[in-house]
């Protein structure tokens, strides 16, 4: 923790009502503070149902935020976990600094998006998350790209299953490019159903999050939710329905272009993927890049990117992903080096020759 000067030292005293959800809000041996502590560089000390944080005005602030706000999600019946409070931290850095703004109203200062389903309620943890989540309501296709761990495809489902909950979709589709990794399809043991899954599977994984296991076996036999690769698409069109294409980066031209043309009636569609995660064979132009520049600025189509800021798995997944972009940053800087020494080497050689 960096020292700080006495002038900006400040501390402030927190007293929460309810006694039975002071020990959740704090976590199992005051974890929870700990993790304030941590990210915030102040000190949380806990003292009954009171906890006293020290710290610089700003970090003293944003602690007293993010502890309010997880009290009140306590308050509304929600349990909290470690990617909670790590959202609420996220937030509170982000209201803090609006608190100068007097045209805003104070709840609006924290009011991350929410997507509300009869298992759980989520709140988005960034403010990528609160744009995308934002943007799936306002517009009936949305882009999500960025690197992975940062909650594009889950949010998605989430989104999805919310809508059909409240009865304004009849179907739910989630489709994945079934991009073959050494093994073709028709080589793997089983019926088409057994192929496919295994492509398939982080869209379940999503679904089993948001709905009862009972109510998403119904949805699954009955039609209502569809579980299927890209190339089941061609030929529909998809009225009265969400539908999301996962891993996009990895459709060629021809299919995302078939895929964007299913859309119909009273239709969303929420399209995810990493640009840099291609694994295409080489050579071949991603469906995803190319959506993205030919469809820049057409009316009614949102996109939301996310940065290695956004990650909410694992905080070394986020200096994971670091780690490459920073790579490829010096790969293009050393490759745009060499065409310009190269050149300027042939420039050389022409000036020499005349």
């Known amino acids: 923790m960096r020292p700080i000067a006495a002038s900006d030292m400040m501390h402030v005293v927190l007293a929460f009502e309810d006694n039975r959800l002071v020990s959740d809000l704090f976590g199992q041996f005051d974890q929870n503070l700990a993790l304030i502590e941590q990210r915030l560089g102040v000190e949380a000390v806990a003292h009954g149902n009171q906890v006293t944080i020290r710290g610089n005005k700003t970090s003293t602030e944003q602690a007293k935020l993010a502890l309010e706000s997880l009290y009140t999600r306590l308050q509304g019946g929600h349990d909290i976990t470690p990617g909670d409070v790590d959202g609420a931290i996220r937030l509170a850095e982000v209201a803090e600094a609006q608190l100068s703004l007097p045209t805003m109203e104070p709840k609006s200062r924290m009011a991350f998006a929410q997507i509300a389903t009869r298992r759980k309620t989520l709140v988005a943890r960034t403010a990528a998350q609160d744009a995308y989540v934002r943007a799936m309501d306002r517009s009936d296709l949305t882009f999500g790209v960025g690197p992975a761990g940062t909650g594009k495809t889950f949010l998605a489902v989430a989104y999805a299953a919310a809508l059909l909950e409240r009865g304004e979709i009849d179907r739910m589709i989630l489709s994945r490019p079934a991009v073959e990794a050494g093994e073709r399809l028709g080589f793997l043991p089983g019926d088409m159903k057994d192929k496919v899954d295994p492509y398939l599977r982080p869209l379940y994984d999503g679904l089993n999050e948001m709905m009862a296991p009972e109510k998403l076996e119904r949805g699954l036999e009955s039609g209502m939710i569809e579980v299927a690769p890209l190339a089941f698409m061609r030929g529909r069109t998809l009225s009265n329905a969400i539908v999301i294409l996962d891993e996009a980066q990895n459709t060629t031209t021809m299919q995302m272009k078939m895929f964007l043309t299913r859309l ?26 190319e959506a993205l520049k030919i469809l820049s600025g057409v009316e009614g189509i949102s996109r939301v990117d996310f940065t290695e800021s956004d990650v909410v798995r694992h905080e070394l997944v986020a200096r994971i992903v670091g780690a490459y972009d920073n790579d490829s940053r010096r790969r293009l800087e050393a490759k745009e080096r060499r065409q310009a020494e190269e050149a300027a080497k042939v420039n050389e050689e022409q000036g020499s020759q005349e």
């Open 264 to 289: 119909g009636e009273n239709s969303k569609m929420i399209v995810t993927g990493d640009p840099s995660q291609v694994d295409l064979p080489p050579g071949q132009m991603s469906g995803l890049r």
